[in-house]
């Protein structure tokens, strides 16, 4: 082993042991602090793990280098085990950081709270990783042809997958979040990293002193993004409505008066005019949390679900930030009004006594509308 290698996978090991025990705790320190937030839905424990998942890949980034070490020390790195090690290793880093992008807000929406689809790449996470195996087996693991290392083609295509998750999630995270400088350099480190992977198919490309040197920089990089998440995420907690403070009051077809005090919204009139499909959207949910139990306080938002699409619940919110006319600061989110409450249902976050729907809209909704589970609720 060179001392270039050598001195890469010594700092590799002790600078991705620093983050992850910084990032857990954080994690575990945000996870006390906003408990309440957190865990507001008793029925389903919605508890955000993403930070603890990354925190956890780069566990698995500590074991890697310390498995890359040993390799070399003990003259075991052209090895059948070594290889089979390397792959149990990139399976549970990249089910990791699949776990997080599950819990991410921004990710693609086909990942998001999207556990059969989770499952689904999971398993492709799986095979890949045997298919290289099996290529290693078969043909060798440092088998070359035409100056690429075939073991390693399965590989590269699953982390270039994996980065464009990443890159899409980190990107609107920060950008949604007023943080375009931060948004625009992510997506810069998620292409560093995977870089990174290239030497391992093509074995022409770069040296090792510059291949090291972008490792280096894209995890010690990829850390920095990851502590400026973990900050956002807190700020982002800190600045949530609590669900008791917001108060909503149904007063006639299209108006409702609505009040969030940490947002600076008070007692002010919506009147939602010609968009009545938002309107009755959010009376409905508003009558399902008053008086529905347990899973009637939801409403389905999918293809077969009462609501089609996700959508319509963010037209909701825009069109209150748009008719308030509220300044960026003010500007409300989806998860400030509507809390997911697993299997593809979402419902209001606020308690039900600070709701309040006229009994006179509320007769004349439950005799024009044709289900029964509305008319028993409004009755």
Same mark, same amino acid.
């Given at each position: 082993?060179?001392? &270039?290698?050598?001195? /890469?996978?010594?700092?590799?090991?002790?600078?991705?042991?620093?983050?992850a025990?910084?990032?857990?705790?954080? %994690?575990?320190?945000?996870?006390?602090q906003?408990k309440?937030?957190l865990? #507001?839905?008793?029925?389903?424990?919605?508890?955000?793990k993403?930070?603890?998942?990354l925190?956890?890949?780069?566990f698995?980034?500590v074991?890697?280098?310390? %498995?890359?070490y040993?390799?070399?020390?003990f003259?075991?790195?052209e090895?059948?085990?070594?290889?089979v090690g390397?792959? !149990?290793?990139?399976?549970?880093?990249?089910l990791?950081?699949l776990?997080?992008?599950?819990?991410?807000y /921004?990710?693609p929406?086909?990942?998001?709270?999207?556990?059969? =689809?989770v499952?689904?790449?999971?398993? !492709?996470?799986?095979?890949?990783?045997?298919? +290289?195996?099996?290529?290693?087996?078969?043909i060798?693991?440092?088998?070359?042809?035409?100056?690429?290392?075939?073991?390693?083609?399965?590989?590269?295509i699953?982390?270039?997958?994996?980065?464009?998750?990443? $890159?899409?999630?980190?990107?609107?995270t920060?950008?949604?979040?007023g943080?375009?400088?931060?948004?625009?350099?992510?997506?810069?480190?998620?292409?560093?990293?995977?870089?990174?992977?290239?030497?391992?198919?093509?074995?022409?490309? $770069?040296?090792?002193?510059? =291949? =090291?040197?972008?490792?280096i920089?894209?995890?010690?990089?990829l850390?920095?993004?990851?502590?400026?998440l973990?900050?956002? %995420?807190?700020?982002?907690?800190?600045s949530?409505?609590?669900?008791? #403070?917001?108060?909503?009051?149904?007063? *006639?077809?299209?108006m409702?008066?609505?009040?969030?005090?940490?947002? $600076? &919204?008070?007692?002010?009139?919506?009147?939602?005019?010609?968009?009545?499909?938002?309107?009755?959207?959010?009376? @409905?949910?508003?009558?399902r949390?008053?008086?529905? *139990?347990? *899973?009637?306080?939801?409403?389905?938002?999918?293809?077969?679900?009462?609501?089609?699409?996700?959508?319509?619940?963010?037209?909701?919110?825009?069109?209150?930030?748009?008719?308030?006319?509220?300044?960026?600061?003010?500007?409300?989110?989806?998860? *400030?009004?509507? +809390?997911?409450?697993?299997? $593809? @249902?979402?419902?209001?976050r606020?308690?039900?006594s600070?709701?309040?729907i006229?009994?006179?809209?509320?007769?004349?909704?439950?005799e024009?509308?044709?289900?029964? #589970?509305?008319?028993? !609720?409004?009755?």
């Amino acid at each position: 082993m060179t001392e &270039v290698a050598e001195f /890469y996978l010594l700092s590799h090991i002790f600078i991705s042991f620093i983050g992850a025990v910084i990032l857990i705790a954080l %994690w575990f320190y945000i996870r006390k602090q906003f408990k309440q937030i957190l865990e #507001e839905d008793t029925s389903q424990k919605r508890v955000d793990k993403g930070l603890l998942y990354l925190s956890l890949a780069m566990f698995i980034w500590v074991i890697s280098g310390i %498995w890359g070490y040993a390799s070399h020390q003990f003259s075991f790195s052209e090895s059948a085990m070594y290889q089979v090690g390397v792959n !149990l290793l990139s399976i549970s880093n990249n089910l990791f950081l699949l776990l997080a992008l599950f819990y991410f807000y /921004y990710a693609p929406k086909f990942i998001y709270n999207n556990k059969r =689809n989770v499952t689904i790449i999971f398993v !492709l996470i799986v095979i890949t990783s045997f298919a +290289t195996l099996g290529i290693s087996y078969l043909i060798g693991a440092n088998t070359v042809s035409n100056g690429i290392k075939i073991s390693g083609i399965p590989d590269l295509i699953l982390s270039g997958f994996l980065c464009y998750l990443l $890159g899409i999630s980190f990107y609107r995270t920060f950008a949604f979040r007023g943080l375009s400088i931060i948004a625009i350099i992510s997506t810069f480190i998620i292409l560093l990293m995977f870089i990174t992977q290239l030497s391992g198919v093509f074995v022409d490309f $770069g040296n090792d002193f510059s =291949n =090291n040197l972008i490792k280096i920089i894209a995890k010690t990089s990829l850390i920095s993004i990851f502590l400026v998440l973990a900050t956002t %995420w807190a700020i982002r907690l800190a600045s949530m409505p609590k669900p008791h #403070e917001i108060t909503i009051n149904f007063m *006639d077809w299209s108006m409702v008066k609505i009040s969030i005090p940490s947002k $600076g &919204v008070y007692d002010k009139t919506i009147d939602f005019g010609s968009k009545t499909t938002q309107y009755k959207n959010l009376l @409905k949910f508003a009558i399902r949390r008053k008086y529905g *139990d347990g *899973d009637s306080q939801g409403i389905q938002v999918n293809l077969g679900g009462e609501i089609k699409n996700q959508t319509y619940l963010s037209r909701i919110i825009n069109n209150i930030n748009e008719i308030l006319e509220l300044e960026k600061v003010q500007q409300l989110e989806r998860r *400030d009004l509507l +809390t997911f409450i697993g299997e $593809g @249902k979402y419902r209001l976050r606020m308690i039900p006594s600070n709701i309040t729907i006229d009994n006179t809209l509320l007769k004349e909704f439950s005799e024009n509308i044709e289900n029964k #589970e509305y008319k028993d !609720l409004c009755n």
